[in-house]
């Protein structure tokens, strides 16, 4: 049998093509650029949009929208408190309300996030609608869509097409697009991600609305009405844990993100406060 040799320079290209992701510090591959998946993001975003129900609700609406603003001012303050806002280079928030009844919300790279009313009635409130929105945003500033596209170049395309790629992907990005994330399928929403993916976007927006202003507590009621449902599983919850599991891993994250809320509410959400330092472990970058 003739063995493999991976060579040099793509073990290179692998270690430097390794990020982390914010507060819980995990190593991710990341491969493909920010800006070519920015771009057929934003293109497919914008074909989706051409046909999707946009609701009339005025009151929905504006909640979605005014949640969304919060939560993307949270995540600036967050940057800003590290002196890394320039991280957040490329991001164009969006918050879109469709006409479906669906139980149901994706959110694009970049920033761009849809609700679907059928979501709603889970939500009831303010609050409620911020743990599904912190959870959407937190998957677009994890780069999940990006990580696993990263992984599926590694995979299909093999180490001796890893320069080529990382130097002009826009061919990959839009070929890997539609199994990756989801673009140009028949409805434009993303594809699930995995549950590794789901949890860590527990957790992160778990910190962004609670430096938001929103009770992180309340994210377990959330998920409780979310169990309720009858019949098949919905598709927001397709690949997520358990109700049980997830119930139980956020009761695990709510100490990290009780103490940014218990900041917030002291009045201390200045960048000066907001912070303990890039030397805490929630920081991790």
């Given at each position: 049998m003739i063995k493999k040799i991976i060579p040099l320079f793509v073990i290179v290209l692998l270690f430097n093509a390794c990020s982390s992701v914010p507060i819980s510090g995990r190593k991710q591959l990341s491969l493909v650029s920010d800006k070519e998946i920015l771009t057929a993001s934003l293109q497919q975003y914008?074909?989706?949009?051409?046909?999707?129900?946009?609701?009339?609700?005025?009151?929905?609406t504006a909640?979605?929208?005014?949640?969304?603003?919060?939560?993307?001012?949270?995540?600036?303050?967050?940057?800003q408190s590290l002196n890394m806002e320039s991280m957040l280079?490329?991001?164009a928030w969006e918050f879109n309300l469709v006409k479906d009844a669906q139980v149901n919300a994706f959110c694009m790279p970049g920033g761009k996030i849809v609700v679907y009313e059928g979501i709603l009635p889970y939500t009831q409130t303010e609050t409620g609608l911020a743990v599904v929105l912190g959870h959407e945003v937190a998957h677009a500033?994890?780069?999940?869509?990006?990580?696993?596209m990263s992984q599926q170049v590694a995979t299909q395309y093999g180490a001796a097409a890893l320069s080529g790629i990382l130097g002009n992907s826009s061919s990959v990005v839009q070929?890997?697009?539609?199994?990756?994330?989801?673009?140009?399928?028949?409805?434009?929403?993303?594809?699930?991600?995995?549950?590794?993916?789901?949890?860590?976007?527990?957790?992160?927006?778990?910190?962004?609305?609670?430096?938001?202003g929103y009770d992180p507590r309340e994210a377990i009621p959330f998920w409780q009405r979310m169990a309720t449902q009858g019949g098949s599983t919905p598709e927001f919850m397709s690949t997520h844990p358990s109700d049980d599991s997830r119930v139980t891993e956020i009761q695990k994250y709510l100490p990290e993100a009780m103490e940014y809320y218990q900041t917030v509410?002291?009045?201390?959400?200045?960048?000066s406060t907001i912070s303990p330092g890039k030397t805490d472990p929630k920081w991790k970058f």
């Open positions: 914008g074909e989706y949009l051409k046909t999707a129900p946009i609701s009339t609700d005025k009151n929905n909640m979605v929208v005014r949640v969304g603003q919060n939560l993307a001012k949270a995540i600036l303050l967050y940057y280079d490329g991001y500033i994890a780069k999940h869509a990006n990580e696993r070929t890997l697009g539609q199994t990756v994330y989801g673009l140009g399928s028949e409805y434009g929403v993303m594809l699930p991600f995995s549950r590794k993916h789901e949890l860590e976007a527990d957790r992160l927006g778990l910190v962004f609305m609670a430096i938001a509410k002291a009045g201390n959400n200045t960048k």
